[in-house]
């Protein structure tokens, strides 16, 4: 890992801490399903898509395969995903730059002793996954995607790995329908930036990560990896669904849409 992604792993957990965003205990087991505390609501709406990739992705995946799937968490923070698809009888595969014991790796030694032998973990980058290829099943974008620094090579990456006839699936990063309402965002984090995160906002926003997808970016940075991508809409809260509307009411930019992205690996 080069000297930059250490330094934003640093400060990224020193971030998360102060947010409150460690899981202990059986709010950690009982991942994304938080019903209390200031993340809840965001935890509703992962909620939703974790129902759906295991219902609508992993199964028929393994219905398909006729056995259990060797899965690759990728940005996998504390294991929760990893976690939820082992007790289903999955083997799984955490990845993540961080193995702090906020919410990244570190924290992942809890859960994994509930489940033996059907979680692993490694500290790397998905920019360079140190796996043999045509190794999982399934590779698993859990919420980290838009940071990656080349989307192009992140993926092929992944599809490096995933052997042929599995599939490849983004789950919780932000997509617009346009670039301009991503580049719109982009600038306001950065210009929030110090309000934010303080001292660490140099740190935090330094890296040129890709922040936000789109349904042509995707496609552009696929072209040459054979991946055809759709998109499984995910019913996602009332309160939720209802956020295009409240900011055309108001004369925003159109907000992000999470929902599933799902391609197989030719």
Known sequence: ????????????????????????????????YLRSGAFAKQWAVRA???????RRVVQRLSDRMLRPLQVLDLGAGNGWLSFRLAIGGHSTIALDIR???????GAWTALAALVPYRMERLVASFEAIPLPP????????????????DLEAVLGEAARV???GGQLAIVDSPFY????DGKAMAAEKKA??????????????????????????LAAASSGLGLRWRRLKVAYPL??????WQALLRAQRAPSRFDIWVAERP
């Open 134 to 149: 045509a190794s999982v099943d399934l590779a698993v974008f859990n919420a980290s995607l838009h940071y990656a620094l």
């Open 239 to 244: 309160w939720y669904e209802l956020r295009p």
């Open 162 to 164: 995933v052997r042929p």
């Open 48 to 54: 939703r898509s974790f129902e759906d990739l295991q």
């Open 192 to 217: 929030n930036a110090g309000a934010a995160f303080g001292a660490r906002a140099e740190a935090l926003t330094s890296l040129p990560m890709v922040e936000y997808l789109t349904r042509r970016r």
């Open 99 to 105: 193995d702090d014991m906020v919410d990244g790796l």
């Open 177 to 180: 329908g346009s670039d301009r």
């Open 1 to 32: 890992m080069n000297a930059a992604l250490s330094t934003f792993a640093v400060a990224y957990a020193e971030h998360r801490a102060e947010e409150g965003r460690g899981y202990a205990g059986h709010d950690l087991i009982n991942l994304p």
